[in-house]
């Protein structure tokens, strides 16, 4: 019987360690893959953080171009706008301009000619004078 009984506590030790052993083996089995698990949840999070950081950069760059493109087209309108006003105001003064420049050459006319009729004039009363004398 003590043999027996030898079989038996050998056995039953085997199978304790045997069950040990496999706790042991799921254990560190569990935790590893917790730790996998939180790594993942980590780099997921820091993917994450830097993929919204990107986007934040994007959009502040885009916002930024977007603005100086708006003022450039702004100035370029503006420029667009004061020279079809100066061709419009020029377009409408050029009549009055042309009769400005008709008036003044017909009184430039009028000058010479009664510059003329001054000397003309002139020279008839001193032809009268020198007759009658």
Do not use: C
Not at 17 to 28: G, L, Y
Request: proline share 1%.
């Amino acid at each position: 019987m003590a043999k027996y009984t030898d079989t038996v506590s050998e056995a039953t030790e085997e199978l304790s360690e045997s069950v040990r052993e496999a706790n042991r083996v799921i254990t560190d089995s569990a935790v590893a893959a917790q730790e996998r698990n939180w790594k993942y949840v980590q780099s997921t999070f820091e993917n994450e953080v830097e993929l919204f950081k990107s986007h934040a950069e994007s959009t502040r760059v885009l916002t930024q171009t977007l603005t100086e493109e708006a003022h450039k087209q702004r100035e370029a309108f503006g420029e667009l706008a004061r020279g079809t006003w100066d061709v419009y105001r020029g377009f409408l003064s050029s009549p009055f301009s042309f009769y400005e420049r008709a008036m003044e050459s017909a009184e430039s006319i009028a000058m010479h000619g009664m510059g003329a009729a001054e000397k003309a004039t002139h020279h008839e009363k001193q032809a009268v004078r020198s007759a009658t004398k």
